[in-house]
Nanobody, 123 residues
Framework: QVQLAESGGGSVQAGESLRLSCVAA???????LGWFRQIPGKEREGVAM????????FYADSAKGRFTIAHDVTKRTLYLQMNRLKPEDTAMYYC?????????????????WGRGTQVTVSS
């Protein structure tokens, strides 16, 4: 139903930027795409989401003002532009697809996941 493949992670210094990409081959009843992150030993948390048919974006408080989510329909690619990165942004980042069930940043409401891309921010 859905194929997701992330890329763009890496190691950067605090204050620098990264852009994550996720090629999203979407079929069926999928109308929300999101970025999530997870640190070993902690629960996965939502970072940002976007409705594929327009209608808005939503960000976690930790991402507001620094991260921007975007979806290029023609390229079938989801992006996460991350600016002014902080060491606490270090995590494995995953893209996910779902059918826009509220709350829209709850990982349990997404049933299609990529394998993740690691982001490491050093101080």
């Amino acid at each position: 139903q859905v194929q997701l493949a992330e890329s763009g992670g890496g190691s950067v210094q605090a204050g620098e930027s990264l852009r994550l990409s996720c090629v999203a081959a979407i079929y069926g009843n999928i109308n929300c795409l999101g970025w999530f992150r997870q640190i070993p030993g902690k629960e996965r948390e939502g970072v940002a989401m976007i409705r594929t048919g327009g209608g808005g974006e939503f960000y976690a408080d930790s991402a507001k003002g620094r991260f921007t989510i975007a979806h290029d329909v023609t390229k079938r690619t989801l992006y996460l532009q991350m600016n002014r990165l902080k060491p606490e942004d270090t995590a494995m980042y995953y893209c996910a697809a779902g059918s826009c069930v509220s709350p829209v940043l709850a990982p349990s409401n997404y049933n299609n996941w990529g394998r993740g891309t690691q982001v490491t921010v050093s101080s």
